[in-house]
């Protein structure tokens, strides 16, 4: 998924704007865009912060003065084709200058979000926004529209088993979601579907939740470093690390560490006479 950020243009003189990948746009804040088909009858659209702008494709338009900040997220065909099933090819999806769409303003924004902090999260997390938002556009702005298929099944075990040790092997590693869906042999949003069908979870977040997990067990070793763990577990900083695992376990790495140090029992059991284990809450990840 490209993300692009675009700043008010002072530039009065119109151009012709031509995207062959799908694009569509949202305002983070007040201002307006001049658009057009024709150099010479350009109409002018003011905006408010989250409003969304879906662009046309191939057949070029003309923007005039752009007097307003917005994000501009361009999806892939293979993510559109695979959300529709691949029942029309190129998907088309219908224009609109100015719509409003609660779901997809809050993908955008996590997007955002994202991209202001330099892209923590690592691939896997686009791909999971990307493809959230593909199902969304291809629901209700396709031109030609089959309703996406419902499964009523759910992965395996055996395919279960083979995503966990995939991600506990590339553990440190930026993984995809394309890769995940490879390695059971299924298209990115079937697999997407499934998973979610099986496991109650995106594919980020039991990403995300083995590595804490990994990160707990690590960090109870005496001579664990924060820095270190961090790197092991597949996180780009140390920050970021600390963010995650404060947000998913209301303690910090340094704090759950000292809370298990000196702790004798491997299994972390309440011996009769000492302190009690202090019991971490469930984790807990915004879905996509």
Not at 149 to 172: F, Q, S, T, W
Not at 263 to 279: A, F, K, N
């Amino acid at each position: 998924m490209k993300v692009e950020l675009f700043r008010p243009d002072p530039v009065k003189e119109p151009r012709h704007w031509v995207r062959h990948d799908q694009a569509f746009a949202m305002m983070l804040g007040r201002g307006s865009i001049e658009w057009g088909s024709k150099r010479s009858a350009l109409e002018k659209f003011n905006y408010t912060a989250g409003d969304l702008a879906l662009c046309d494709r191939h057949i070029g338009e003309w923007v005039g003065l752009m007097n307003v900040p917005h994000l501009q997220l361009g999806i892939s065909d293979e993510t559109l084709m695979a959300s529709s099933d691949g029942a029309y090819g190129e998907v088309e999806l219908r224009a609109s200058r100015r719509f409003a769409n609660p779901r997809l303003r809050a993908l955008v924004a996590a997007a955002h979000a994202e991209m202001v902090a330099g892209f923590p999260s690592g691939r896997l997390f686009l791909d999971s926004v990307e493809q959230a938002m593909a199902v969304a556009l291809v629901k209700d702005y396709a031109v030609r529209h089959r309703p996406v298929e419902i499964y009523r099944g759910g992965l395996g075990a055996g395919r279960l088993r083979r995503i966990k040790e995939l991600i506990d092997a590339k553990m440190e590693n930026d993984l995809s979601l394309d890769e995940m869906a490879q390695s059971v042999g299924l298209s990115t949003a079937h697999f997407a579907r499934m998973f979610r069908k099986s496991t109650g979870e995106t594919p980020h977040q039991v990403v995300l939740r083995q590595r804490i997990d990994r990160a707990k067990a690590m960090l109870r070793a005496p001579d664990a470093r924060v820095l270190d763990v961090a790197v092991a577990c597949g996180f780009k900083t140390q920050q970021h690390f600390a963010q995650v695992f404060r947000d998913a376990c209301k303690i910090s790495p340094t704090e759950y560490r000292q809370d298990f140090l000196g702790t004798e029992d491997p299994l972390h059991l309440v011996i009769p006479g000492s302190r009690p284990e202090r019991r971490l809450p469930d984790l807990a990840f915004t879905s996509f």
